[in-house]
């Protein structure tokens, strides 16, 4: 559904930009996995295409906020950054496929590298409302890129942090680290959101401990629904065949094992209707 | 007041101009979560092709200066699963519905007809001679006014006669009235302008190409103008022909340009991606502003534009005239 929210407050959470806004449709429908749209820009912009948001937290106040968190990265995010509180924003969400829950209390281990973190803390509230043990492993290239550390240590039974230059945690990439938590904490599950290259080292190791991962893919999207056909990624179906998939309805969350990371940004060449693959049925 | 917004393609009667652009409604059902279908005047699909495509590498998309470029490569589930699951779809619910084909040869445009000629739930059958990003790029029909011709020719010998054949026409040509000419003789009922002209952008960052497809179809507000030019000139020439007027089309005034230089109905494309509901919000707008303006029918204000200078529109004429018994 689409809500003009107003911005409740902004902050600076590490690196990163978050803002509160009250959209109390989206906080209503949300549950974890979820993200959501938004038109930048202003009325009169020239830019055209939606920008698609992680959702950090959700809250009833106000008849439900949301807190969306982001990086500046160009002209969009870096007008994003500079609304205020009572300015209004164009919201579509929730929108995509959440994360799967156990049905049964489970060890979760939950991974995330930059701001791909922010979608995991929703996640972990509704893992540990039914009684499943938490741990994250939090990474980023620096430790003011390492979001919500003081976040998961609050609600994790361990938090493990690493960071590519040593400024904080361990050093190392979050997939360094991941073995061992996986080992120690005995874990039935891993959650994951990060860059393309982080998910497919995560999916790997998850593999090698034979359990399942759920990956929330970051891929670039126009519109979020589904119609504009740009965020597609190859994907195992059950089927067994691979078809270019679209992240923003078909995911953002996929098994980790079901996507074919090493083929991002190809086609390959099995994949359904692939060119030259297949018959063609041109008489 | 409210004003009659009813349109003709051909003989088949719209309840309203504003249609979805072909490759921005997906299957539909992605923006009937949204609102319900039946307020458009017609949806038009992607473009289907006889076997399923996976389409063009990512990235797909860039953004542009009011605008962004796509290199999609008609991405599609083939005309098997189009007809098993998402047309019927579509009839069922009574949605009025465009198809887009696309096809590489003459025969694969036939076929495809063929398979369409007797699908219930097809209301008009729009030909896409001009996608940019079909692999073959030796064979964009849409620039060449006797290629494009062969394919509307078979494929309106091929579909029922009460199912409109419109033609797709593509900007970059050095001649779109030609084009449009040789379209129409061939059989076309109408006309659909303005595909995406090519475009490229580039990364600074990476050095490369934004697109994997290296040039994409430039769509939004940019384009606006140049549909314009294409619908006004089309008009001009051919004043008879339904003209759909497709290009950058984000609000009603921009239709209503549209509507100004020619066109009977509207198509908007990356306008949805901004905003779920543009098709909705822009048949109002078009409405509030032909009302304003002391229209009572859309079909008054199609073309209008052409007037010579110094003349009063029609519309006002006839107002005045039957108000003096």
């Known amino acids: 559904m689409q809500v003009t929210g107003t911005v409740l407050t902004t902050r600076r959470v590490d690196a990163y930009h978050a803002l509160t806004v009250v959209a109390p449709g989206i906080a209503e429908r949300y549950r974890p996995g979820h993200f959501v749209s938004v038109a930048v820009g202003g009325p009169?912009?020239?830019?055209?295409?939606?920008?698609?948001?992680?959702?950090?937290?959700?809250?009833?106040?106000y008849g439900g906020t949301v807190e969306l968190v982001f990086t500046t990265r160009g002209p969009g995010t870096a007008w994003l950054a500079e609304r205020r509180a009572r300015d209004t924003l164009d919201l579509v969400g929730p929108l995509g496929r959440p994360f799967p829950l156990p049905r049964d209390p489970a060890h979760c281990v939950l991974v995330g590298s930059e701001y791909g973190s922010a979608v995991l803390f929703p996640l972990a509230d509704a893992l540990l409302a039914r009684g499943c043990r938490v741990d994250f492993v939090l990474g980023g290239a620096g430790a003011e890129r390492v979001f919500g550390a003081m976040r998961a240590r609050r609600m994790a039974t361990t938090t493990t942090l690493t960071t590519e230059d040593g400024s904080l945690g361990l050093r190392g990439k979050v997939t360094d680290a991941l073995p061992s938590v996986i080992a120690d904490t005995r874990a039935d599950v891993v959650y994951a959101c990060a860059p393309m290259e982080t998910l497919r080292s995560v999916t790997a190791v998850a593999m090698e401990f034979d359990i399942p991962v759920q990956a929330a893919v970051e891929e670039s999207m126009a519109c979020g629904i589904g119609v504009c056909m740009t965020c597609v990624l190859p994907v195992i179906g059950d089927d067994?065949?691979?078809?270019?998939?679209?992240?923003?309805?078909e995911g953002p969350v996929f098994r980790g094992e079901r996507v074919r990371f090493e083929d991002v940004g190809t086609i390959p060449f099995d994949a359904l209707g692939a060119p030259g693959g297949g018959a063609r049925h041109v008489s | 007041m409210s004003v009659d917004m009813r349109t003709f393609l051909?003989?088949?009667?719209?309840?309203?101009?504003?249609t979805t652009a072909a490759g921005c409604a997906s299957s539909g059902q992605e923006l009937s979560q949204f609102f319900d279908l039946h307020r458009l005047g017609a949806l038009t699909t992607r473009s289907i092709t006889m076997a399923p495509r996976a389409g063009r590498p990512t990235p797909r998309m860039a953004e542009t200066p009011s605008g962004m470029l796509n290199a999609v490569g008609l991405q599609g589930p083939g005309i098997e699963a189009f007809l098993e699951r998402e047309l019927p779809w579509l009839a069922q619910r009574g949605i009025k519905t465009i198809v887009s084909i696309g096809g590489g040869t003459v025969a694969e445009y036939s076929e495809l007809a063929r398979r369409l000629a007797d699908a219930p739930g097809v209301t008009a059958l729009e030909v896409n001679l001009s996608c940019p990003n079909m692999e073959d790029r030796g064979r964009v029909f849409a620039r060449e006014g006797s290629a494009a011709a062969e394919v509307i020719a078979s494929v309106r010998s091929i579909m029922r006669y009460d199912v409109p054949v419109v033609a797709k026409l593509a900007p970059d040509v050095a001649d779109i009235v030609a084009v449009a000419r040789a379209c129409v003789d061939a059989g076309a009922d109408a006309l659909s302008m303005i595909n995406n002209p090519l475009g490229m952008a580039i990364d600074t960052e990476a050095l490369r190409p934004s697109l994997a497809a290296v040039t994409g179809g430039l769509s939004g507000p940019a384009i606006l103008p140049l549909?314009?030019?294409?619908?006004?000139?089309v008009h001009a020439a051919l004043p008879g022909v339904p003209l759909i007027g497709v290009g950058g089309v984000m609000s009603g005034q921009d239709a209503f340009q549209l509507v100004l230089a020619g066109a009977c109905a509207v198509g908007v494309g990356t306008a949805l991606f901004h905003d779920p509901y543009a098709c909705l919000r822009i048949e109002r707008e078009l409405e509030d502003l032909l009302r304003a303006r002391g229209f009572q029918r859309l079909a008054d204000a199609v073309g209008l534009a052409h007037r010579p200078p110094g003349s009063a529109p029609r519309h006002l004429l006839v107002d005045t005239e039957e108000s003096t018994p």
């Open chain 2, 10 to 18: 051909a003989h088949v009667e719209l309840a309203n101009p504003i």
């Open chain 1, 240 to 249: 067994g065949a691979t078809r270019m998939v679209r992240a923003c309805v």
């Open chain 1, 44 to 61: 009169h912009t020239s830019m055209v295409t939606r920008r698609a948001l992680s959702i950090h937290d959700v809250k009833a106040d």
């Open chain 2, 227 to 233: 549909a314009v030019r294409c619908v006004w000139q």
